[in-house]
């Protein structure tokens, strides 16, 4: 499987690995044989988004062939996907331990550190990484996010401009950058970004969805609507578009529009804590402040766990 479709230093604060289950004695040849398929099925449940059986899978692997790194990376991998961090770390530190210098584990070990908010191991684990493998895109993009976070904002754009350098003719590389000029109010240079972005791909929905969250950022809303509505033509189930076009459509005037965009949105996502506010503030102006009081109280359990 490509390292950039599943894309961690062994972790000693992760715990051990997973106890492995007991099998049915097997003779050499054939456990390394049955290990080998259940790799290859779980490879294809990542690619399904079916990381339990995948699990399973490669739990069964490693306690048949228990020296393949590979499988360790995989099922760190399944961990990591869906947010079992300290389980992925257990995994990788595994892995990196019968294979010192792979990126990949280096990488996705750097991801899990991420999501846990440990962000100086993270940039550890990126940084070794990309001794190895110095042109692999999404180390390179998980490392600027990193830096993103720790506020170091200037060193995540230089980060993006060798993601660009490298890989120009992707529009998704024009827009990640986009999304940290935006996140630093740098919405003129963000426009620049989506805009290089479409031109690579016009059909490229998060393209007009955040340019024209952009162009909303810095009032120019007829520009903004005219993008959102072209995201939401492409793709009518878009929420973030949904809920900016809201937005917009309320600064327009058309609050009753506004009601029904965001309405949708908070159906199609209803931890869509932004669009909760938003809709609370039109309602608190339209003086529905039962339902107002109702969209904020629903804002502040999703945002801050109030009861």
């Not at 000693?12 to 007991?22: K, T």
């Amino acid at each position: 499987m490509s390292e950039e479709i599943i894309a961690g230093r062994g972790g000693e604060s992760a715990g051990p690995p997973a106890p492995l289950p007991e099998l049915p004695e097997l003779p050499e040849e054939a456990a390394r044989s049955r290990a080998s398929v259940l790799r290859s099925r779980a490879e294809s449940y990542i690619a399904l988004s079916r990381h339990d059986a995948a699990v399973a899978d490669l739990t069964e692997a490693i306690a048949l062939e228990p020296d393949n790194a590979r499988a360790w990376r995989m099922r760190g991998e399944s961990h990591r996907l869906i947010a079992r961090y300290e389980a992925a770390l257990a995994d990788f530190g595994e892995a990196l331990r019968l294979e010192p210098d792979s990126a990949y584990a280096l990488g996705s070990r750097g991801q899990a550190y991420a999501s846990l908010g440990r962000h100086q191991e993270a940039l550890d684990d990126f940084e070794h990484a990309l001794t190895l493998s110095p042109e692999s895109l999404w180390i390179l993009e998980a490392r600027a996010d990193v830096l993103a976070d720790l506020d170091r904002l200037d060193e995540a754009l230089d980060e993006h401009a060798k993601i660009i350098a490298l890989n120009g003719q992707i529009a998704y590389s024009w827009l990640a950058r986009g999304d940290l000029h935006q996140r630093m109010h740098l919405y003129a240079e963000a426009i620049d970004d989506y805009t290089r972005a479409l031109d690579l791909d016009p059909a490229y929905v998060r393209g007009y969805s955040r340019r024209g969250e952009a162009y909303r950022m810095i009032d120019r809303y007829e520009e903004a609507l005219a993008d959102l509505n072209k995201a939401i033509e492409l793709d009518p189930d878009h929420d973030r578009a949904l809920g900016s076009r809201g937005a917009v459509l309320s600064e327009l005037g058309d609050n009753e529009a506004a009601l029904r965009d965001l309405d949708r949105a908070v159906q199609l996502d209803p931890g869509y804590v932004w669009a909760f506010r938003v809709r609370g503030e039109i309602l608190q102006e339209l003086e529905r402040h039962e339902e107002a009081v109702s969209d904020f109280t629903r804002a502040l359990e999703l945002e801050f766990g109030d009861s």
